[in-house]
């Protein structure tokens, strides 16, 4: 009775010695870094004395992405040649600065026009049966004063200097390297720099408080 129990448990200690250890856990992965596009930035003054803040980048960093988007819109809103973009405007300015319309305005550059906003939100006169499409994509008529706004605008890529025009004024835009997903926050670095500027505004009489 003893040999049989003596046997195996020298049988069950030779087949724990001959597990295999766990094998450590894989590493986790790496946090993919934000892919950096092209974006043209500016500011400019408005007929009625506001700020305008512009951001302009292609909608989308995946190309996959930006080709599914660019073939939908341009079935959509019958477009020729060219993809979306985004473009993002702030107005800066107190009650009194009067509205840009966004449906206006337009990119251009050595070429000649680049980009212009899609098709305003609702034709005029509006139709019985709106199209949900065309209301999500297509570009409001008016940018009050304090508020940003986020439209698609359609063409090509600007080519060296570019400015911004058809609200009374002029935006010249700059062209530099930023994360995909920083379009507010060119926005309102270039507002902080309008700040700075203005606290540096030093009174007629030289007083500074």
Do not use: C
């Amino acid at each position: 009775m003893l040999f049989p129990l003596l046997f195996l448990a020298v049988a069950i200690a030779y087949m724990q010695n001959r597990r295999p250890e766990p094998s450590a856990p894989p590493p986790p992965p790496e946090h993919a870094q934000d892919e950096r596009v092209e974006t043209w930035l500016g500011q400019g003054i408005t007929a009625g004395g506001g700020q305008l803040l512009v951001s302009l980048s292609r909608s989308h960093a995946d190309p996959t992405r930006q080709e599914f988007e660019t073939g939908s819109l341009a079935r959509q809103f019958d477009l020729e040649s060219g993809e979306p973009w985004r473009l993002e405007l702030r107005l800066v300015g107190d009650e009194g600065t009067p509205s840009i319309d966004p449906t206006k305005l337009r990119v251009e550059d050595g070429q000649g026009m680049a980009l212009q906003p899609l098709p305003a939100v609702m034709p005029e006169p509006a139709p019985a049966v709106t199209d949900p499409v065309a209301v999500l994509f297509g570009t409001p008529r008016q940018l009050p004063a304090g508020e940003t706004m986020g439209i698609v605008a359609w063409g090509r890529a600007p080519v060296g200097p570019a400015r911004l025009v058809g609200f009374g004024g002029e935006v010249e835009l700059f062209s530099r390297q930023s994360d995909a997903s920083a379009s507010g926050e060119n926005l309102a670095h270039l507002e902080n720099k309008i700040e700075a500027v203005d606290g540096l505004a030093v009174p007629a009489d030289g007083n500074n408080e």
